[in-house]
């Protein structure tokens, strides 16, 4: 009998796995084939960063970005990126800056593409949409509401081909609620965090995937 504790101690953990199994891993990436004869992408103009808000499924409430979370997610990638040792980049300013003088601060982002890449001699384009930033509300051992982030990413050639795109969606949520955030709790010491943490969280997680495929397209 000295195995039944054990057991039942299995097939509760399978039950709880199997009940959190349909939640989505807040990291999803899509890779584009490796360009034929290799692609050396060592520039990157960062194109301003919208807000986008959607709903999460027919009848929902718009999902909300609250003011100063562009902003946030903007400085979170700059950051990143511009740790990359051999990768100059353009921040979303002073390409910001730019469109605005030139009056193509409305364009068609295929158009962006190629003027942003011409202009700052670029290799590449990359995108940013916000879809969601709320505030954790409440302290870090109880929270009333969860914070909550989702941005989408997109690298785009000057020709508009799209390379790579990935997006980060967490609300934080209890270990008890989703095991497989097991991990992210330990890291985060089984608090509940501020936005800019997610935040923080998925541009490195979103960085290190997109400049693993930079690698492989050499």
Excluded: K
């Excluded at 097939?11 to 290799?38: H, Q, S, T, W, Y």
């Excluded at 929902?60 to 990638?77: K, T």
């Excluded at 740790?83 to 800056?97: C, F, K, N, Q, S």
Aim: charged share 25%; hydrophobic share 50%.
């Amino acid at each position: 009998m000295r195995g039944a504790p054990w057991s039942a101690a299995l097939a509760l953990l399978a039950l709880a796995l199997a009940a959190c199994a349909d939640r989505p891993d807040p990291l999803r990436v899509e890779r584009g084939a490796r360009p034929p004869g290799g692609l050396a992408i060592d520039s990157i103009a960062i194109a301003p960063l919208r807000s986008a808000p959607q709903v999460d499924r027919p009848g929902a409430a718009v999902v909300d970005v609250e003011a100063g979370g562009v902003e946030m997610v903007g400085a979170r990638l700059v950051g990143a990126l511009a740790a990359v040792e051999g990768l100059e980049i353009v921040p979303p300013d002073e390409t910001g800056r730019w469109l605005r003088a030139n009056g193509l601060a409305d364009a068609a982002p295929a158009r962006l593409d190629a003027e942003l890449a011409r202009s700052f001699g670029a290799d590449a384009v990359l995108h940013g949409r916000v879809r969601r930033y709320l505030s954790r509300i409440g302290g870090p051992r109880g929270a009333q509401r969860p914070a909550a982030v989702w941005f989408e990413l997109e690298l785009r050639l000057p020709d508009g081909t799209r390379l790579w795109r990935g997006s980060w969606d967490e609300r934080q949520v209890a270990v008890s609620e989703d095991l497989f955030s097991l991990g992210r709790a330990i890291d985060r010491d089984f608090a509940w965090v501020e936005a800019p943490r997610l935040v923080g969280d998925g541009v490195r997680a979103l960085v290190a995937d997109l400049m693993g495929e930079r690698r492989r397209w050499r």
